[in-house]
């Protein structure tokens, strides 16, 4: 009976020896499978990454590998995703080159060619009298003031759209700029049979911002509204303090803006009416300046415009802190 129960022991002990060395070589077979699939893995990650090295692949990867690998994936598709973006946005501003020089090449042409046109009559004695000369130098002048204006114009977007570009900002009244503005241009509405009316609530509203740049942003809207106002009786300068920001506000009661001009407003050289801006001196490039720098104030303006009124509505707050 003794015997038994020793064989039965040993028995057990070989069968339990037997079990743990299955687990073990079982466990080291796993380990081995799973490290060969690993490389597996890494090797096709390599070819993946290599591949689009060489073909310049800008596609993401759906791979999906392990967890530990995964990040690597992840990555690499981030980083597709920021080249895509980087590589849209340089077309972006190439394109947006290309309709600059475009642009401006067409505004400075008719000019120019008038000035040289007309000098060139003078040049070539092409004339009866001195009075005739004073006539083709005039209109040479004009178109001369009139390429001056564009440079001018166009210098001072290229300044303000700069990265650059620094806000000298102080504490200032915004019910009192605009008074003064009205002041400066009443003279000028007069002649337009206009009347420039001012409110502000409350009566004295102090914020921070950069007068000089603020300045030139209403005085482009209000000659935008004197010049292009068609048949207005008055124009509107309203400022209105709401919580930590200043809303102003410049409207005449003229012809309304086209609904599919609207949108189009603020972009570089762009006339609703082109021949009535070339008329009148018009760059395009007023409202894209004004925008420019009411955005580098950190504030917002937007165009609404109907039969009673076009209005430009700009968002400031109240302070804003310098660069």
Not at 27 to 51: A, D, G, R
Not at 79 to 106: C, F, G, P, T, W
Not at 284 to 301: D, E, F, K, Y
Request: net charge neutral; charged share 20%.
């Amino acid at each position: 009976m003794l015997n038994l129960q020793n064989n039965w022991s040993l028995l057990a002990n070989k069968i339990w020896t037997v079990g743990v060395v299955l687990i073990l070589e079982l466990c080291l077979t796993c380990v081995i499978v799973l490290s060969t699939f690993h490389k597996m893995e890494l090797v096709q990650i390599k070819q993946i990454l290599h591949k689009a090295a060489i073909d310049d692949q800008t596609k993401q990867v759906q791979t999906k590998v392990n967890s530990s690998l995964q990040g690597i994936i992840e990555s690499f598709n981030l980083l597709i995703l920021n080249m895509d973006q980087h590589a849209e946005e340089q077309r972006q501003s190439e394109k947006s080159k290309d309709e600059l020089i475009s642009n401006v090449s067409h505004d400075i042409r008719t000019p120019l060619t008038s000035v040289i046109g007309y000098l060139g009559l003078i040049e070539g004695k092409n004339f009866n009298d001195l009075n005739q000369i004073l006539k083709y130098t005039h209109i040479a002048y004009k178109k001369s003031l009139e390429m001056q204006n564009l440079v001018n114009s166009l210098f001072e977007f290229a300044n303000v759209q700069h990265a650059t570009s620094r806000l000298k900002t102080t504490k200032f009244d915004m019910a009192q700029m605009l008074d003064q503005l009205s002041a400066d241009f009443e003279l000028e509405a007069n002649k337009r049979g206009m009347e420039i009316i001012v409110n502000s609530t409350p009566d004295k509203i102090m914020m921070q911002g950069d007068t000089e740049k603020l300045g030139r942003v209403f005085n482009n809207l209000i000659m935008n509204a004197l010049k292009y106002g068609k048949g207005a009786t008055h124009i509107w300068l309203n400022a209105e303090q709401k919580d930590k920001e200043v809303v102003v506000t410049v409207a005449n009661n003229g012809q309304p803006i086209p609904e599919d001009s609207l949108k189009h407003v603020f972009d570089r050289f762009y006339r609703v009416e082109d021949s009535r801006s070339k008329k009148t001196g018009g760059t395009g490039l007023g409202l894209a300046i004004a925008q420019s720098m009411v955005q580098l104030h950190g504030g917002t303006i937007a165009v609404t415009s109907d039969k009673e009124k076009t209005s430009f509505i700009s968002h400031f707050p109240i302070s804003k802190s310098k660069d």
